[in-house]
């Protein structure tokens, strides 16, 4: 399947989104699945380990400051859905703003991150990424609160992992997902606005909310 910029958020407009076999791959194909993984943004689980971590941190946070990096990131493992060609649309959709990532880094070195892609109030959580204890944990929780400040309404995360479950993620039906989806996608929602935060901000807005 050939796809384009302008087909990948046709699928992401009625609830499909593409995946390759392993890196060399050249074929793409939808996935559709049954059960949804979301992270509610008003739900999102901060522990008090994590909480400790990042008021003690030294990891600076940016966006869109390196999306290809964050991307490669993603992509450094044995086992991976995004190949070359995956890898190329979601550049061009960042060239055109429709794509964005979280940074984390250590000092000057990339140890973290999180990218997606964005319609309306829905951001769609492609993959992230750590190096470093906790990095990944961090740019989740730095993510949520900026898809909160920006007006987001639908955090979709794809799948639903044990380790997305930990920090708050749930399944929700097919059926259940593209209601939330098409009330999302029809609201604004703004991933640049928002200021950028220190994860110690980040953590003391958190547990005000709670």
Same mark, same amino acid.
């Given at each position: ?5 302008? +087909?990948?958020?046709?699928?992401? @407009? ?43 941190? +030294? ?32 550049? @061009? ?68 992992? &044990? ?7 749930? &399944?929700?039906?097919? @059926? ?7 009330? @999302? ?26």
């Amino acid at each position: 399947m050939y796809l384009t910029p302008d +087909l990948l958020m046709q699928g992401y @407009a009625t609830g499909i989104f593409p995946m390759a076999e392993h890196r060399d791959d050249p074929e793409v194909f939808w996935v559709d699945p049954k059960r949804r993984g979301v992270m509610p943004l008003k739900g999102f689980h901060i522990s008090r380990s994590l909480r400790r971590a990042m008021r003690n941190t +030294l990891f600076e946070v940016s966006i869109n400051q390196d999306f290809a990096g964050v991307v490669d990131g993603c992509a450094d493992r044995a086992d991976t859905w995004i190949s070359t060609e995956i890898r190329g649309l979601y550049l @061009a959709l960042r060239d055109r703003g429709q794509a964005h990532s979280l940074e984390i880094w250590e000092g000057a070195t990339l140890v973290g991150g999180v990218y997606g892609v964005t319609l309306g109030a829905a951001f769609f959580g492609e993959s992230m990424f750590s190096r470093r204890t906790n990095a990944s944990k961090i740019a989740l929780a730095c993510l949520v609160d900026r898809l909160l400040d920006g007006g987001f309404r639908l955090f979709d995360t794809q799948f639903l992992t &044990e380790h997305l479950a930990s920090l708050g993620g749930i &399944e929700i039906s097919r @059926a259940a997902y593209r209601t939330a989806l098409e009330k @999302a996608r029809s609201l604004p929602g703004d991933f640049t606005a928002p200021p950028l935060r220190s994860p110690q901000e980040v953590v003391q807005r958190m547990t005000q909310r709670s």
